[in-house]
């Protein structure tokens, strides 16, 4: 089963910054099944990005994702405070299997 | 507007079962297929289980954790996706939310329902 690790745990930035988001395949995945997820406190996920770069409906276009293979990225080109929340990767594998990392928490430095 | 709204959460004693409903609207929910992921406290996000819609052939595909104690249900007819979860155990504790899939990732989540399994 591949694992995704999600680095950093933690992303301490302020309101105007830029974020870059880690995911890291332990195994090389297709791209068109990677995903990227926003969760903030109390709420369901919400879909972000996909297939890496293609983004969901209504998302704004500060939000990009890139990669290939096992190393993928989400960024956040300039940070309103609204965007600050735990992010996943996702992606689909064989068997089948849907594998999610652990997470990153962006927190208002 | 596409909405999920889950239910049958609640408290549960080691061992008992539950089954939670998801009742959609807004999309054609005959052609979605659909999943289950589940949250424990304070934790990260983890796939329970999918069923494809009918004409795909309705089958189900489900984790290894809960595979053979778990059984995810469709009923087209009332828009619903069911989670019926027996041989309940206490690491089962978390929000349960329904979710569509589409391609690979899942577009379309709930608000979640609460499943606390504890003596």
């Known amino acids: 089963e591949i694992v995704l690790t999600q680095s950093p745990g933690t992303l301490s930035l302020s309101p105007g910054e830029r974020a870059t988001l880690s995911c890291r395949a332990s195994?090389?995945?297709?791209?068109?099944?990677l995903a990227w997820y926003q969760q903030k406190p109390g709420q369901a996920p919400r879909l972000l990005i996909y297939g890496p770069s293609s983004r969901a409906t209504g998302i704004p276009d500060r939000f990009s994702g890139s990669g290939s293979g096992t190393d993928f990225t989400l960024t956040i080109s300039r940070l309103e405070p609204e965007d600050f929340a735990v992010y996943y990767c996702?992606?689909?594998?064989?068997?089948?299997?849907?594998?999610f990392g652990q997470g990153t928490k962006l927190e208002i430095k | 507007e596409v909405q999920l709204v889950e239910s049958g959460g609640g408290l549960v004693k080691p061992g008992g079962s539950l089954r939670l409903s998801c009742a959609a609207s807004g999309f054609t929910f005959s052609n979605a297929w659909m999943s289950w992921v589940r949250q424990a406290p304070g934790k990260g996000l983890e796939w329970v289980g999918r069923i494809k819609s009918k004409t795909d052939g309705g089958t189900t595909d489900y984790a290894a954790p809960v595979k053979g104690r778990f059984t995810i249900s469709r009923d087209d007819s009332k828009i619903t996706l069911y989670l019926q979860m027996n041989s309940l155990k206490t690491e089962d504790t978390a929000v349960y939310y329904c979710?569509?899939?589409?391609?690979?990732?899942?577009?379309?989540w709930g608000q979640g329902t609460l499943v606390t399994v504890s003596s």
């Open positions: 996702q992606q689909y594998g064989s068997s089948p299997s849907y594998t």
């Open positions: 195994q090389s995945v297709s791209s068109t099944y």
């Open positions: 979710a569509t899939i589409s391609g690979y990732r899942f577009q379309y």
